[in-house]
């Protein structure tokens, strides 16, 4: 996707208000199916082509338990709801990032492979701004609300629920029309309403049609 003009100067000068250390990190947040890497991405581009590697992406999906974790937790189906993310590792983590006094090595998730990878791509220690994208990033719940302290500035994706429902349907596609039905059902739309209904107030809230307004 392309990012209007009008979306990323609103970012970048919410960031020029902004008098925290020289490194700035920025929660993206929302629903499963709300578009977070496509917009993460996107923004880390236009930062980019101002000055090159200034800005380094951070999925919060490579703090997934191990499938074999969620086994023996009973979690397996519930991949994806707050309790199957390590939640103290990402916290710890995005603490030494804040700090920017070393490069430091970040999980990823692998989609195919449906399991994190250690040590995935490095943070380089000069990176000025980190985006770090979410479902929970804003959840206002134990654990989760350990996260605020690291972020400088904070957006949320808003996307209706019905377009949602279509989207998380279409990344079921590899499953028959019944079995996608009930992981959506079980699974992705109570995670959604998770986070509609229990986050934190964002800095910024990028529509679906991804511009992004002030929340005043």
């Known amino acids: 996707m392309l990012l209007s003009d009008e979306t990323f100067t609103l970012f970048r000068r919410k960031l ?16 499963p199916g709300s578009g977070k890497s496509t917009f993460a991405d996107a ?16 999925p919060m999906d490579g703090w997934h338990y191990n499938n074999a974790v969620l086994s023996a937790l009973g979690l397996q189906a519930r991949k994806g709801a707050p309790a199957s993310f390590n939640i103290e590792g990402l916290t710890n983590l995005l603490s030494r990032v804040k700090e920017a006094s070393s490069d430091i090595a970040v999980p990823l998730f692998d989609r195919d492979l449906d399991l994190s990878l250690a040590s995935a791509r490095i943070i380089s220690r000069k990176t000025e701004i980190i985006l770090v994208e979410g479902n929970y990033l804003l959840l206002d719940q134990p654990g989760w609300q350990d996260l605020r302290p690291c972020f400088d500035l904070t957006a949320m994706l808003d996307v209706p629920m019905d377009i949602l429902k279509q989207r998380l349907l279409a990344r079921w596609g590899n499953l028959s029309k019944e079995a996608a039905q009930e992981k959506v059902t079980a699974n992705d739309l109570p995670n959604a309403r998770l986070v509609l209904d229990n986050s934190v107030s964002a800095d910024l809230i990028v529509g679906n049609s991804f511009e992004a307004e002030l929340r005043l």
Do not use: H, M, V, Y
Request: with cysteine.
């Open 43 to 58: 923004l880390c581009a236009r930062f980019n082509q101002e000055r090159d590697a200034q800005c380094q992406i951070i």
């Open 16 to 31: 020029e208000t902004l008098t925290s250390a020289d490194r700035k990190i920025i929660a993206i947040s929302g629903p």
